[in-house]
């Protein structure tokens, strides 16, 4: 099963990119953009048109949070899951203030998330991308 949802992946580590990528691509999602720099991952918004948006927490620069706030404020409006090798609390706290930035949150996942839990979190994506149809993003897919 091949989907067209849209999916962006940020994270400074470019092994758990490389990890992440192949678990989409055994699922079935083909359409992924990687990022490990939350700049690039920005400017990757209004281009790619991602529908769904798969952030670690942690990285330098740009922290998770930070990055958020950022897509927030350019109002993107895909679906978000957070990772982070954080304990749960963290998760959960991070989790809350993305929901009060408006942005839809479908979890927040420790790493390594378990193949079965991506699985489930790319459903509700796709029912979620299903609900609230969008264009095309400009610029094509790199």
């Keep these: 099963m091949t989907t067209a949802l849209r999916i962006l992946l940020l994270d ?3 092994f758990m990119l490389e ?3 192949e678990m989409l691509h055994g699922l079935g999602y083909d359409n992924v953009r990687a ?3 939350a700049r690039r991952a920005l400017a990757a918004l209004p281009e790619f048109g991602p529908d769904l948006l798969i952030c670690d927490l942690s990285m330098p620069d740009m922290d ?3 990055y958020l706030r950022a897509a927030a404020e350019a109002r993107f409006d895909g679906s978000v899951v957070l990772l982070s090798g954080m304990d749960s609390g963290i998760l959960r706290a991070a ?3 993305a929901m009060a930035q ?3 949150i479908l979890g927040a996942c420790s790493k390594p998330v378990p193949r079965t ?3 489930d979190l790319l459903a509700q994506a796709w029912q979620q ?3 609230r149809p969008r264009p095309p993003a400009h610029g094509g897919v790199k």
Excluded: K, V, Y
Aim: hydrophobic share 40%; glycine share 8%.
């Design 64 to 66: 998770g949070i930070e």
């Design 117 to 119: 839990a991506l699985a």
């Design 19 to 21: 990890l992440l990528t």
């Design 129 to 131: 991308r299903q609900a």
């Design 35 to 37: 990022e490990s720099d």
């Design 102 to 104: 408006g942005l839809t």
């Design 12 to 14: 400074d580590d470019t």
């Design 95 to 97: 989790e809350t203030l």
